[in-house]
């Protein structure tokens, strides 16, 4: 493949195409036939898109929040305490 397929729409169509016709394939008899995994796969998908959005959007305000007070509190110890990290 060449990077100028990647800017044409044609190729775009045909990989969208070439995935449905995949997915349909794979998915339809499974629900035909009455199958818990289309189910299990969907629960998984929306649980990774869940937790990704939610971390990407907010999680690392709070994970960069934890690390600057841990990061304070070991600063303080060590001035009142002394010492380094050995023991």
Known sequence: MAIVDMFSASHWKNS?????TSLRNYYHPLLRAGSAKPLWHMMIATSVVMYTTKYVFFGHRAVTA????????IAEYRAI???????
């Open 16 to 20: 969208w195409t070439a995935s449905q």
């Open 66 to 73: 934890k690390r600057v007070e841990e990061k304070k509190a």
């Open 81 to 87: 305490h002394g010492g380094g990290g050995h023991h």
